[in-house]
């Protein structure tokens, strides 16, 4: 059921996901034409310009030769004289980007068709006038005796997206019956040498060649860069004998208008002002090299993919990491989709740079929102609970999975720890007030920074004594460790205050405590919506307080229990005691005096008393108050040693039962 519930929240993911999707297969108008653009950022921003086919120039309708030869258009006598050099010069073909519809003069018209013919490699231009569903309604031709001249026919139409920038050309129009290819895929038959294309359902072939291409025959253009990539030679120069002809050798030509007032310009993701021969020429590039633009069914399912990808990742990211984490998280995973994409591209593959991180956008929205108002509400209703008795650290385990608290009780394996100030009602009532509580919160302030420093947290202060805990409310495998730790650094910093004090002219104070391990309920008490409080209940909170009370009665600092003991032997130094019975108790127990460390050396003090301990536990009491005796020459205060020689001497005169077990029965708490 907790596993489920944890997994309930990722189920939010899929919100993204199936939204993205929907959109991006209804084809969103607005999302499109982002899309469109970075369609252009690829070419113009990010690749760049590259470099074009050795084989493609441009016969350029350009200023000079207007300057020269006279107001566009001229008269078909300049096009015989181009012709006439372009074959003499040994060109493979000339694509003229520009049609004859009217009768100049009847002489004229026939020696332009018969050049035109001689030449064999002229082919002339067609534009289709199409309507909304891109089917022929009218069209433009050169006069016919001159087309039937010519090589072949090649429509002229560049038809813009929705924004003005071209981005496609339509390869082949059918028109009365027939298909009718592009000006540019002319050009790359010509430089191929190839003289049929078969049209298929998703790409148009060249003989070995495959052109991949989308409904109508639409090809993505393969932009080369921007306008003057491809070799220009001036119409002008050409035809007055200005250009070698070495340079023209071999060439496909493609002739038509640069100059910017003969309004043939288009825009193209790298200018707003390319001369449309260029996207002719660029467009039999593409074809020539190979270097094609793919936007198929492949890359609709690898945009599919990603939109899950990335809307499932950027929430789980969102889950797991605060959201001053994840929101770089998810940026950083964007930047690398990014750049995959960008990748793609460059291997000829238009793959989406808006849907996948949209998806993830939208994900990191809803996944941060979802974590705001329900995760990070309990993980701040852990923090209100927690943070005035719990270390920052031990907080903040909390606040990144609150249901490992499980705050409605537990069963946990605990170490528990009461403190208590010796004689502090007898210092309090000789101090003035102000002065008891500055020492008193001087005192405190330095344990609870040790308290946390350990891991422990402070279940309550009880006048001046505290109530401190390991292994709750979260598991601490060394929990009876930490306690002992704790106790140690207590000890030394209260050498310090009272050292402190004395200087200040301050009667010092000393502590003492008891500190037990075992099982325990641990969770919520009190009244809710009144007073809650997380507490420990179990026999080990019990017995921790009674060992507190108990310490007075042995003249020691800390007493140890047994469980604690055990848990800790191995690494810290002890003192046995005594076996007693607690008061309200049956079992007894066996206590301990917290030493040090176990690497320190044994005193001669605890091997005495142990030796002494034995003897008493045996019923010498002779040898027994003997060896108490002499410990106490050595150490007159060893109040423990005290108490022995008292018991022996009083089991000398009031032996016990013969099934006396060495128990002492505490009387008092």
Known sequence: MARNSRLAPYLFAFIPVFLVIALYYTQNSFLEAFEAKTYDLRFSDLRGGIPPSPGIAIVAIDDKSI???????????QYVRLIEKLSAAGAKALLIDAFFPEHEKPSIDRAFAAAVKKAGNVDLAVVFELDEELRVKNSTHTLAEIEQAAAGIGHINLVPEDDGVNRRNQLLIEADGKMVPSLGLLGAMAALGEKEFVPGSFDISLGTRHIPVEENYSMWINYTGKPGIYPR???????????APELLKGKVLFMGATALGIYDMRVTPFDKNSPGVELHATVADNIISGRFIRHTGLEALFDMALIVVLGLLAFYLTMRLRLHLAIPAVFILLAGYLWLSYWIFLQGHWVSMIYPPLAAMIALSIGGSFRYLVLDRSAREMRSMFSSYLSPKLVARLEKDPDIAKIGGDNKEVTVLFTDIKGFTTFSESRPPQEVVT????????????????????????????MIYWGAPLAQSDHATLAISCILAMKKEMTRLAAKWEAEGVVPFSIRGGAQSGEVVAGNIGSLGKKMEYTLIGDSVNQAARLEGAAKYYGVDFLIGESTYLLTCDIYRYRELDK?????????????????????????????????????????????????AGILNEVPGDWPSKIYLDRCEYFKKNPPAADWDGVFNRTDK
């Open 233 to 243: 030679f001036s119409f002008t120069d050409i035809v007055n004998g200005r250009v």
């Open 67 to 77: 300057k020269e030869l006279g107001r566009f258009p001229w008269t078909r006598t």
């Open 580 to 628: 007693a019975r607690m008061v309200g108790k049956q079992v007894p127990v066996t206590i301990y005096e917290l030493l040090g460390n176990l690497s320190e050396p044994e005193d001669k003090l605890t091997l005495e008393f142990a030796a002494a301990l034995s003897l008493y536990r045996t019923r010498h009491w002779e040898e027994a108050s003997r060896c108490f």
């Open 439 to 466: 020492r008193l919160n001087e005192y405190l302030a330095a344990m609870v920074q040790l308290i946390e420093k350990f891991d422990g947290t402070v279940d309550k202060f009880i006048g001046d004594g505290i």
